[in-house]
T-cell receptor, first 115, second 116 residues
């Protein structure tokens, strides 16, 4: 499974755009990039997923350069309620036998939004 | 129910005690996963069920950990002779897909186990 590296923590003021970058230098051809959000005392929640270029939904945008060795999660105009830990995951979409059922979360990025 | 339900939400166990943690997945979800999350760390995979079949238990840390899903719905994670290093949040997730590894997960809020 591809290893990911992301900042341990980030601070942002309310109303600003926040970009969290994740490095995944050894991403495989069939790997997808997925971001999860986790609030205290809750389980992780799916935010967005992509393979290449740009993906946008009602919550966030995901930018993936052509070499796919990194990705950037963009949160527009953050509010206090966006304070959470954000995890970048890289894994194949389809099962390929034992070991492929596992998602590797890492330590994530703790985003603190300041009023 | 509308989401994945886990019970109890909190459990305090004396060292050496056996505990059982319950997960009620979303109705009809084929896949069920257990993860362990230590304080300040990301979730770590424990085991995976497809219906009642346990297809991957490679993440279970020792033979004191046992999971079952006998009828393909509710699952129980059992920890025997608990030790302090077992203190963590135990998360359950379910998915409606049987062949997709990286999409469609819904996590429960977890059970926080404290071993004293």
């Amino acid at each position: 499974l591809a290893k990911t590296t992301q900042p341990i923590s980030m601070d942002s003021y309310e109303g600003q755009e926040v970009n969290i970058t994740c490095s995944h230098n050894n991403i495989a051809t069939n790997d997808y990039i997925t971001w999860y959000q986790q609030f205290p005392s809750q389980g992780p929640r799916f935010i967005i997923q992509g393979y290449k270029t740009k993906v946008t939904n009602e919550v966030a945008s995901l930018f993936i350069p052509a070499d796919r060795k990194s990705s950037t999660l963009s949160l527009p105009r953050v509010s206090l309620s966006d304070t959470a830990v954000y995890y970048c995951l890289v894994a194949p979409l389809a099962y390929s036998g034992a070991g492929s059922y596992q998602l590797t979360f890492g330590k994530g990025t703790k985003l603190s939004v300041i009023p | 129910g509308a989401g994945v339900s886990q019970s109890p939400r909190y459990k305090v166990a004396k060292r050496g005690q056996d505990v059982a943690l319950r997960c009620d997945p979303i109705s009809g979800h084929v896949s069920l996963f257990w993860y362990q999350q230590a304080l300040g760390q990301g979730p770590e995979f424990l085991t995976y069920f497809q219906n009642e079949a346990q297809l991957d238990k490679s993440g279970l840390p020792s033979d004191r950990f046992f999971a079952e899903r006998p009828e393909g719905s509710v699952s129980t994670l059992k920890i025997q002779r608990t030790q302090q290093e077992d203190s963590a949040v135990y998360l359950c997730a379910s998915s409606p897909f049987s062949g997709i590894a990286n999409y469609g997960y819904t996590f429960g809020s977890g059970t926080r186990l404290t071993v004293v």
